[in-house]
């Protein structure tokens, strides 16, 4: 069933021109079609989908629900609801002190995901919309920048103690 959904909503995509919304298991299988994987989990009642990159972890939560198109069924379960964007979220702890130019640096570099500091955590977040109209080659895309970017974090990362040293 799952398969003939999906291969009608491709259809209804091409005849389009574009992705629209997105559904859960329409964003996994394109992760997984992109050598990822993919585990569903719940997390306060809603869905998220579990990936990593680089042994370093990260959730695709999503956003807000599209609004149904005349013609089409309310949703019969959570599955099928469809998404007009989604959030890529890596969080990582932190053990020491950050350099106070950390977070800034990267934010001032980068123009896709934000770099943000909560408590005793660090967190890369990047929002994905897909409202309008794009094509499966810009999600993909997306998914290849979001492992760019946890590449170049880490990297960044790495830097820490040449910035710890410049602000003594």
């Not at 005349?70 to 990582?92: H, K, M, N």
Request: aromatic share 6%.
């Amino acid at each position: 069933m799952v398969e003939n959904d999906t291969n009608a909503l491709s259809e209804q995509q091409a005849e389009r021109g574009g992705i629209e919304a997105v559904s859960i298991d329409q964003v996994a299988e394109i992760f997984r079609a992109a050598g990822y994987r993919v585990t569903p989990a719940e997390q306060n009642g809603m869905v998220q989908l579990m990936s990593a990159s680089q042994g370093v972890g990260f959730a695709i939560r999503f956003g807000n629900v599209a609004p149904a198109v005349a013609g089409q069924d309310v949703p019969a379960s959570a599955e099928s609801v469809r998404y007009l964007d989604y959030t890529l979220s890596c969080v990582l702890q932190v053990q020491g002190e950050l350099p106070a130019e950390l977070v800034s640096s990267w934010n001032r570099t980068k123009r896709f995901a934000r770099l943000a500091t909560h408590g005793a955590f660090l967190a890369l977040e990047w929002d994905v919309l897909v409202a309008g109209g794009v094509s499966e080659r810009h999600v993909h895309a997306t998914i290849e920048l979001w492992d760019r970017l946890i590449q170049e974090l880490l990297l960044h990362l790495r830097n820490r103690p040449a910035m710890a040293a410049q602000e003594q």
